[in-house]
């Protein structure tokens, strides 16, 4: 059933549906986690489900921005929550983002964001019989590997991508950052309670850049209130 719900607290409003995937806190961690200069002109927000990122940058920049959902029942819940919101610099496209080398041009945007499937689809695997909630979840529309590949093709030299994903799969990201000319310049482990492993990792990764990481970790719990401006006194 389609809902129009808060967007946390951040005074912009959301479509969601029961039957299909929403937006969680990794969103909303990732959205926090960008930075956007007064030079940046234009960002590209790959796997945006129905664009909480999007709704989040467009609210408080002026950067142009596009969100890239392959789902079209969530890419339309996305273009309802834009026009209630009233917000003039977001479009999304309905397609996969391995196919966006037949959209845009190569070294475009001066930002990328994605949010992707977190697992990978195996024989093991236990994914969700609902078909839109598997996508979200699992690597079955797109990997890690071409994410990886098309963001070296679409970001501008020295463009920053950022990266929300699990912290179990953060060599296998490095690796394929390397490979695709994508120095990692800032990682952020978010744990529940430092005392057990980080549940979430944020990494910021430059395109063709000089060599050198900084390593953050944040605690999030329920005694969170906000997430807005949560990463301006992250620990190091």
């Keep these: 059933m ?27 961690l990732l959205a926090e986690f960008l930075k956007i200069e007064k030079s940046d002109k234009k960002l590209l ?32 819940l996305a273009e309802k ?34 949010n992707p499937p977190f697992f990978k689809v195996e024989k093991t695997s236990l994914i969700n019989e609902e078909p839109k909630k598997a996508i979200a979840r699992h690597e079955i529309t797109i990997t ?19 990266l929300v994903h699990r912290p179990e799969r953060l060599e296998e990201i490095m690796s394929l950052a390397t490979i695709n000319k994508l120095h990692v310049k800032e990682i952020v482990f978010i744990y529940s309670d430092y005392k057990k492993e980080a549940i979430m990792v944020l990494i910021k990764m430059k395109k063709n850049a000089r060599i050198g990481v900084k390593v953050k970790s944040m605690e999030i719990n329920r005694n969170t209130k906000t997430y807005q401006n949560i990463f301006k006194d992250v620990k190091k």
């Design 81 to 114: 929550s834009i026009e209630i919101n009233h917000l003039k610099n977001i479009k999304m496209l309905n397609c996969n983002a391995k196919d966006l080398k037949n959209y845009f041009p190569g070294n475009n945007f001066d930002i990328i964001t994605c």
């Design 45 to 76: 927000d790959i796997c945006s489900g129905n664009a909480p990122l999007p709704l989040i940058v467009a609210k408080n920049h002026k950067i142009e921005i596009t969100g890239v959902e392959i789902q079209k029942e969530i890419c339309d």
């Design 2 to 28: 389609e809902v129009l719900n808060d967007l946390y607290d951040y005074g912009l409003k959301i479509y969601q549906d029961d039957h299909l995937f929403k937006f969680s806190l990794d969103s909303l």
């Design 144 to 162: 890690l590997k071409e994410i990886l590949e098309i963001v070296k093709y679409l970001l501008k030299d020295n463009g920053i991508f950022y």
